[in-house]
């Protein structure tokens, strides 16, 4: 028997979590299709979390494509039917991969397995990010440089704490729905060890009498602890949440069944959400909105 896992119409890292609702209940082979045909929209959050999901699975999972042609069309050029081809086995009918630059994509889905990968894809960021981010989002030109410092240190988190592989995103759109101006999305996702299992990995680690993955996620990312001996080591997600502070961005990371997340003004967000259905892994989101004059608009081109 096949179980049918319904993606929402809208799919971003909250709507997401009815996606993991309707998985927590089966066993890792359960046999499943994800049907995303009623799919308009997805987050590169969401994108990467599917292809994550995948790799959860002992069995491979059937996954149904979205019908609008829009949307097929727009997850092909994030090269996601190229990578869930080999996790996915795929119904429906999607275009081959297209070329990104057709699309709002400063990166399309791509895997990070080695430091080497990270520096690759920084590089192909660098150019386009400088304009994105002078040009779109109106922010100083040293913004640009904690950008991709950012983007190298969260996928940097994947080597450090997943224990495998994992995928990253990055977009620029319009965020109509919440903010009504520009955004610059990082999306990265593994399915690894996690922050709690990789923090109890450290030869020093005492759990205190509340450990979990909350109290993981409060270590790694507000209090900077990490499993390496090496001070300098786990400062990644410090440094992305200086980042995120300084230009009145979002930060959010979830792992097992936590989500942490440093709230801006212009979100409703909770600090800390406990309880979630289980993942497997860490999956981190950094928004960066476009710059507001003194009157609280966008700034004009």
Request: hydrophobic share 40%; aromatic share 6%.
């Amino acid at each position: 028997m096949t179980t049918v896992i319904t993606v929402p119409p809208s799919l971003d890292d909250h709507s997401f979590e009815q996606v993991l609702e309707q998985l927590a209940p089966l066993a890792p082979d359960a046999k499943i299709l994800v049907d995303a045909r009623h799919t308009r929209w997805s987050s590169p959050y969401g994108l990467t979390a599917l292809l994550t999901l995948a790799q959860t699975r002992t069995e491979r999972p059937a996954f149904a494509v979205p019908e609008l042609d829009d949307t097929a069309s727009y997850w092909a050029r994030a090269s996601f039917f190229h990578h869930a081809e080999s996790l996915y086995d795929l119904h429906g009918s999607y275009p081959k991969q297209r070329d990104a630059g057709e699309s709002n994509a400063l990166l399309e889905i791509t895997p990070i397995a080695r430091t080497d990968d990270i520096h690759k894809l920084v590089g192909r960021v660098q150019e386009r990010a400088k304009q994105i981010i002078q040009a779109e989002l109106k922010l100083e030109t040293k913004a640009i440089i904690g950008f991709t410092m950012t983007l190298s240190e969260v996928c940097q988190n994947i080597l450090e704490h997943a224990g495998q592989g994992g995928w990253v995103a990055v977009q620029s759109y319009r965020w109509t729905k919440r903010l009504g101006r520009r955004v610059v999305v990082i999306a990265v996702s593994d399915a690894g060890l996690g922050f709690r299992k990789s923090l109890e990995s450290s030869p020093g680690h005492l759990p205190s009498a509340r450990w979990d993955d909350a109290a993981a996620l409060e270590e790694a990312v507000i209090r900077g602890v990490s499993r390496f001996r090496d001070r300098s080591r786990g400062q990644g997600l410090a440094g992305a949440r200086s980042y995120v502070g300084r230009w009145n961005g979002k930060l959010s990371v979830r792992s097992g069944t936590a989500r942490i997340s440093i709230v801006p003004g212009w979100d409703d967000d909770v600090p800390l959400a406990e309880g979630l259905a289980p993942f497997p892994g860490a999956q981190v989101q950094v928004i960066i909105p476009e710059a507001v004059t003194a009157g609280g608009a966008p700034s004009e081109r």
